[in-house]
């Protein structure tokens, strides 16, 4: 257990010390942290729903902070490229996410026309059944993205690397809470990049 918890602390450190210099993704993935924990809550009693809130706003913020506002060159704080950091990226680089995403993006188009898809056809008399079909499909989208990468990791690390990303991945809004609650001040006061770590390049 003690193994796995310094296992976790590693992988928490990489992804903060690597991929959040900027106060803009900062931000973004505060409110990220806050609507997941929102989704979280409605898993239990709306999934389609819990599932929108996460794709459409939890998703989009974080994602739009890594894609938009992060430094993509070379790291002068931790001395590596912007491609050695893609490289070592435990989780989803932003090349997978390219991937995750595009998938996510396609799902709404193909419903509309093939509405009858196995393990997610529902009557659909509206467009609020249209939505709700597209939550669980994002649904089965994130947990099946979440399974991959995991049993992936089982083989190209080992399994205790796996199991940690996973649990990473499904506590980081409150880590991320506790590690960014005060981005926004920073950034009302005009400090676009975390000042301990100038901007790469």
Known sequence: ??????????????????????????????????SFLWAYAMLFSDPAGAALVGWLVSMVSRQSGHFFFEPQGFDTVNRVSHEYKESVKVGYNLRRKVVLMAIWLAVPPLLYVA????????????????????????LALGVLGLLYRTVHLF??????????????????????IRLYYRSPLHLLRGELIDPGRPAAG
Do not use: C
């Open 155 to 176: 083989f190209v690390r080992d399994v205790m690397t796996g199991l940690v990303w996973m649990t990473k991945i499904l506590t980081d809004p409150i880590n991320d």
């Open 1 to 34: 257990m003690n193994e796995f918890l310094r296992q976790l602390a590693i992988q928490r450190e990489d992804d903060h010390r690597f991929y959040h210099h900027s106060r803009v993704n900062q931000t973004l993935h505060l409110l990220s942290a806050i």
């Open 115 to 138: 509405p009858d898809l196995p393990g997610i056809a529902v009557a659909r008399d509206s467009s609020t059944d249209f939505a709700r079909q597209v939550g669980i499909a994002w």
